[in-house]
């Protein structure tokens, strides 16, 4: 299976700053058509995981643009440009290129 | 806009049964695969199997291959998990995940394995 590797685990951030998140798969998630099959969700508590940005770079249908993805093969980044304090929750990675597989979570708190 | 709408769970002692249900809409479902995926309290996601479209393919965890069985019928756009031998770690909440390009997800359906 592919192993995917989330850091930092916790994330403190003062609300107005921004905040990024790396997410590492042991194998290329590139596919043929071009695609990377990489997906950010934010799971908050006592609800199921909301998708943020999908295939790598592209944001979900009402994602506010402060939310960004980037990267390719095995090497990916979210990046919040300015955080609010309803970004509080656990951030996960997936792939789906392959049986699904995630990271461990990243946890963003309000400092 | 996806829908899947999970039933099914709810409480049942260890080595019992239970067959959750996935309700989907929104999107061609019989040209995706789905999976089953899990989430235990307090802890992070775990994926539980997958069908292929035409339900010729399956694969699962190993720690429940020869106890769960997945499968599907497109003619009613849903997909089941079928769970035989239940232990007390498979408690979680069991989440429908349809892969589409945007992969969607429904909202749960509670499993709780305790005597």
């Known amino acids: 299976d592919i192993v995917m590797t989330q850091s930092p685990l916790s994330l403190p951030v003062t609300p107005g700053e921004p905040a990024s998140i790396s997410c590492r798969s042991s194998?290329?998630?590139?596919?043929?058509?071009?695609?990377?099959?990489l997906y950010w969700y934010l799971q908050k508590p006592g609800q199921s995981p909301q998708l943020l940005i999908y295939?790598?770079?592209n944001r979900a249908s009402g994602v506010p643009d402060r939310f960004s993805g980037s990267g390719s093969g095995t090497d990916f980044t979210l990046k919040i440009s300015r955080v609010e304090a309803e970004d509080v929750g656990l951030y996960y990675c997936?792939?789906?290129?392959?049986?699904?597989?995630f990271g461990q979570g990243t946890r963003l708190e309000i400092k | 806009e996806v829908q899947l709408v999970e039933s099914g769970g709810g409480l049942v002692q260890p080595g019992g049964s239970l067959r959750l249900s996935c309700a989907a809409s929104?999107?061609?479902?019989?040209?995706?695969?789905m999976s089953w995926v899990r989430q235990a309290p307090g802890k992070g996601l775990e994926w539980v199997a997958n069908?292929?479209?035409?339900?010729?393919?399956?694969d699962y965890l190993d720690s429940v291959r020869d106890r769960f069985t997945i499968s599907r019928d497109n003619a009613k756009n849903s997909v089941y998990l079928h769970m035989n031998s239940l232990r007390t770690e498979d408690s979680a909440m069991y989440y429908c995940?349809?892969?589409?390009?945007?992969?969607?997800w429904g909202r749960g359906t509670l499993v709780t394995v305790s005597s």
């Open positions: 995940v349809s892969q589409t390009m945007v992969v969607s």
């Open positions: 929104g999107f061609i479902f019989s040209d995706h695969w």
């Open positions: 069908i292929k479209e035409d339900g010729s393919v399956k």
């Open positions: 194998q290329s998630l590139l596919y043929s058509n071009g695609y990377n099959y």
């Open positions: 295939l790598g770079s």
């Open positions: 997936m792939q789906a290129l392959q049986r699904l597989t």
